[in-house]
């Protein structure tokens, strides 16, 4: 996801269009939340285990 991201920030550049870039941010956004959930359900799985 974080390449995909980076290809509309590069298409943005080389095209100058703002969509590549707006979509780049949608997906850099859609990422740092999955990876936030994704870390969540750990902290949350190892405290319910009990460590």
Known sequence: ???VSAGFFAAS???GELRHRRTGLI????TVVAALVFFAVLVVDR?????
């Open 1 to 3: 996801m974080l390449l």
């Open 13 to 15: 550049i080389l095209t």
């Open 27 to 30: 997906v850099l956004k859609w």
């Open 47 to 51: 405290l319910r285990d009990g460590v």
